[in-house]
Structures are given as structure tokens and as C-alpha cells.
């Protein structure tokens, strides 16, 4: 097995860091561990716990995120932890059992229309992915079996996944109305079944580790940076609720001119991208008190 890298990644609780790998952890589970007999089916969570700082361990995707006691600083002790998860993943270590890895719940998918009328969203009662991922064909679902399993059926045009959902774009030759609980059936079981959602390399080989976000947010200017805060804070929930997304694309200083890209339920909405360009347009203009600032949106 190749060699584990972990990114240490600092969190908005100073007590907490986050030690990021390059691969899945688990198979799209989480977990929390307050001391060492709550550890018992974390071999790795236990190990951790013998460091006298070790307040919390939390096992996610593709991190461990250690909450300390205040008797040491991160900076002291940071880089020994690092490189302790790092030989633990490359010498193939068990990061949690089996007796972990069962589920506590039933699955459970239920869908939901949204403004798109091509656009379902069906969601389930667990997180999926961590991240947002979009794929419009099936060479580019590649790093996701379960969106290359989705592009079999010949009526999916566009698989968009969001945390605890999946939004499935189809083509105009049949209704919803004859393949709805075809498809909410079909990721139920595939859920259940406990099958791979995402490619432990998917993070890395599409950009979407929490290091590279980081990096392309922190490359951008002062203008870019707020527009991007807004678009999370005031548009992306509400329009995640609809099984879409809205994502920064770039801002030119001399035009003033912002480009989005409609994601998922957005993309090939009649209204979207009218309803979509003027409210961002108008929530831009009115907090960054610029009114000469202009919104292109694209779906691709």
C-alpha cells in the first residue's frame, strides 16, 4: 500500500485539528470518540488516546480531527501526530472494525422535486460525500462508481451529489412519474449494501481535498474572497435545498463582472438562470456597495 499523506488543516476551535489523508478513512461513515473504552472499535482512535493531550477523536471521511487538553499547543505537538497517523495508514493499520461499521439506522431515500422539472433530488438519511461533485457523463463519473452506476440507466443525463443527496438530471424521453421509485430503490440498496460512493482518490484527483479548496480560495483578491463568503453564506443553502448549487467562477476588477456556474437542479433551469443572475446580482451590488458590478451565469 502506497504511503498515507496527512495535511494538517487548522479548524475555527483552536483545541481542534484536523489531520487530513489522501485517501478515504471510511467508507463515508463518521465517528466520535470521547476517551479510550469509547475507542474500543477504533484500534487507531486508541492509539491516539495514549498521548496524554488527547481529548476527543473524531474519524470522518478522509480525516481525524483531535480536540486537545489546554496542557500542550498545537504548534508543539502537531508534526509528531501528523507523522504517528501517517505510519499508522501506511503500515495498513485498522482504523475502525467491522462492529463500528455497522450501520446504526435503517437507510432510507425518499425524493423531492425541484424549480427544474428535469431535476430530481433524492436524499437519504446519511452523509454521501464530502463535498460537492458533479458529473455530466459517464467518462467524467470515472472517480464515482455509484454516478457511473447511475449513467447505466439511459435516461440520466447529469448525476449531481451533494452531502446527504444525489440530484439526477434526465432526458426529456420519459417522465419521472416511470422511473422515480426505480431510481430511489436503486440507491437505497446501493447505500446499504455499503458500496464505494466516490474513489478514495476522488478528493485529490478532482481538486476537492479541504487543502486544495483552501488554496484556490486564499489565490484569490480581496473582491473575489468576499463574493465568494456571500455566495456561501446567503445563496448556496438556499439554493442546496432545491438539489442545486451555485459556484464562484471568476471576477474581473475592470468589468465588474462576476461569473457563477449553475450546478445540478440550477443547470437548464427555465428560471434559474434569469431568478439566479438578478438576486445574486442585487445581494452583490448591495453588499459590497458597488451597483456597477454585473452577474453572468453559465451552466458549464
Not at 452523509?127 to 455530466?136: A, G, M, Q, S
Request: charged share 25%; aromatic share 10%; hydrophobic share 40%.
Amino acid at each position: 500500500m502506497p504511503k498515507t499523506k496527512i495535511t494538517i488543516v487548522p479548524t475555527p476551535n483552536e483545541s481542534i485539528l484536523k489531520f487530513e489523508a489522501d485517501r478515504f478513512l471510511t467508507n463515508h461513515n463518521s465517528f466520535e470518540f470521547n476517551n479510550i473504552d469509547d475507542a474500543k472499535d477504533s484500534p487507531l482512535a486508541q492509539q491516539l488516546f495514549y498521548l496524554p493531550f488527547v481529548k476527543k477523536v473524531y474519524i470522518a471521511s478522509n480525516f481525524v480531527a483531535i480536540e486537545r487538553y489546554n496542557i500542550v499547543t498545537w504548534a508543539d505537538v502537531q508534526d509528531e501526530v501528523a507523522t504517528q497517523i501517517e505510519d499508522y495508514l501506511s503500515n495498513n493499520g485498522i482504523i475502525v472494525t467491522e462492529d463500528a461499521i455497522k450501520p446504526k439506522a435503517a437507510v432510507t431515500v425518499y425524493a423531492e422535486s425541484t424549480p427544474n422539472p428535469s431535476v430530481l433530488k433524492f436524499v437519504c438519511n446519511k452523509v454521501l460525500v464530502p463535498n460537492i461533485y458533479e458529473f455530466t457523463s459517464i467518462e467524467e463519473a470515472k472517480p464515482s462508481p455509484l454516478a457511473t452506476a447511475l449513467f447505466q440507466f439511459p435516461f440520466v443525463k447529469n448525476v449531481f451529489m451533494e452531502k446527504n443527496f444525489v440530484s439526477i438530471t434526465k432526458f426529456d424521453i420519459i417522465e419521472w412519474e416511470e422511473i422515480t421509485l426505480q431510481l430511489r430503490e436503486f440507491i437505497k440498496s446501493y447505500v446499504e449494501k455499503g458500496k464505494t460512493i466516490l474513489n478514495d482518490d476522488a478528493p485529490k484527483q478532482l481538486n476537492k481535498t479541504e487543502e486544495a479548496i483552501e488554496k484556490k480560495f486564499e489565490a484569490l483578491d480581496d473582491t473575489s474572497k468576499s463574493i465568494v463568503n456571500i455566495l456561501e453564506e446567503y445563496v448556496k443553502p438556499a439554493v442546496a435545498s432545491d438539489g442545486g448549487n451555485i459556484e464562484f467562477r471568476s471576477y474581473d476588477e475592470q468589468t465588474k463582472k462576476v461569473e457563477v456556474l449553475l450546478q445540478g437542479a440550477c443547470s437548464g433551469c427555465p428560471s434559474s438562470t434569469f431568478t439566479l443572475k438578478n438576486g445574486i446580482e442585487n445581494m452583490l451590488r448591495e453588499m459590497l456597495n458597488d451597483k456597477s458590478i454585473s452577474v453572468s451565469a453559465t451552466n458549464e
